[in-house]
């Protein structure tokens, strides 16, 4: 699976749009772009994922740039509740053919009043 | 809906022990992983399982070892515990798209 790089922290006014960046320049042809968080102790939470075309759920929008090096997971409008840990992974969706799923250490988002 | 129940959820352990981490599933998912999770080093992979029968190497995986005899369950063992064990153990499963399933997690502390 390709590796993730991603910042350690960043810092978001409640209410604003929080953009969390992820480059993944290694990411092969059939590697699908997940994102995650963990909000405290808790399990990891799935939020969305993409192969190559943009994506949009009710919990968050995913823009993967057109080389698909790098993708950014926008949560619209952040809420208090916003401040995780969030991770961001390459993964063949095929799981029965292997991947790891390595998390690396994610993006620590403080969402501030 | 139960989806991934690990056990138990707090241990204290004597270094040099054996202790398993047990974890079931019951959305019959053919992958599942486990992760332990260290203050500011994030989720590191120990071990995972594509399928019954198999299971492959994570990240981690020196003095840990696990069994998938079935598809339900996934448990994790120490053989002898250390210290630098002491951890947080999540375990998971992943869909046919992909998503994975994490349970509330074990917290192992190792004297």
């Known amino acids: 699976d390709a590796k993730t790089t991603q910042p350690p922290s960043m810092d978001c006014a409640e209410g604003r749009a929080a953009n969390l960046p992820c480059n993944h320049s290694?990411?092969?042809?059939?590697?699908?772009v997940y994102w995650y968080r963990q909000i405290h102790s808790q399990g990891p939470q799935y939020i969305i994922h993409?192969?190559?075309n943009n994506e949009t759920n009710e919990m968050a929008s995913l823009i993967i740039t057109e080389d698909r090096k790098s993708s950014t997971l926008i949560l619209p409008h952040a809420t208090l509740r916003d401040t995780a840990v969030y991770y961001c992974?390459?993964?063949?969706?095929?799981?029965?053919?292997?991947?790891?799923?390595?998390f690396g250490q994610g993006t620590e988002l403080s969402v501030k009043p | 809906i139960a989806g991934i129940t690990q056990a138990p959820t707090s241990q204290i352990l004597a270094a040099g022990r054996r202790m398993t981490l047990r974890c079931t599933q019951d959305?019959?998912?053919?992958?599942m992983y486990w992760y332990r999770q260290d203050l500011g080093l994030g989720l590191r992979l120990i071990h995972y399982?594509?399928?019954?029968?198999?299971?492959g190497k994570g990240e981690v995986p020196d003095g840990y070892s696990v069994s998938r005899a079935n598809t339900d369950d996934f448990p994790l063992t120490l053989a002898s515990a250390v210290p630098s064990q002491t951890s947080v153990y999540f375990c998971?499963?992943?869909?046919?798209?992909?998503?994975?399933?994490f349970g509330e997690g074990s917290r192992l502390t190792v004297l």
């Open positions: 399982s594509n399928t019954a029968g198999t299971t």
């Open positions: 959305m019959r998912h053919n992958a």
């Open positions: 998971a499963s992943r869909d046919r798209a992909g998503e994975l399933f």
């Open positions: 992974i390459a993964s063949d969706e095929v799981y029965n053919q292997g991947g790891k799923l390595i």
């Open positions: 290694t990411i092969s042809g059939n590697e699908y």
């Open positions: 993409g192969l190559k």
